[in-house]
């Protein structure tokens, strides 16, 4: 799986020639929403045949690309679900839809050459330089070195 979704998530970024989440949304006409949307980050919901992004206003810059880059993967991989991302919680969900979008992220915001050029870092390291947290990293690292999504 994890394969699969590195290939859709590199065909998306080779269309788009950007790993921008927003760029690659409007690109394939997602419909997107800034706001106050309280205890979720971001949601993804398909509604009436279109597919519509819900974010925070209130998330970090880095936050706000993570979370984006996660509803992304749902719009994508998940096309007529309806999910939600709530902050200290779907990063550590083992659920398989919130795996792979999470694992969509992390293919999309951190290239291989970046985990290749700082090798010799930790994890904790990594998530300090990205700015995403220590979840997407490992998850981003398991990726990398061919394990299986659990």
Known sequence: MNKAIKKIANHYIEKCGSRDPFEIAEYLNIQL???PLGTP???????KNHRCIFLNEDLSEN???LVM?????????HRKLNCYFIRNKTLLLNSKIE??????AAELLIPDHTILDHYTL???QLSRLLGYEEAIIKLRL???NGSELT
């Open 33 to 35: 929403q800034i706001g």
């Open 41 to 47: 980050c971001g949601s993804y919901l398909f509604l």
């Open 63 to 65: 936050e706000m690309k």
């Open 69 to 77: 880059s996660h509803e992304l993967g749902h719009a994508i991989l």
């Open 99 to 104: 795996l792979e979008a999470n694992l969509f």
């Open 122 to 124: 930790t994890i904790s």
């Open 142 to 144: 398991a990726s990398l």
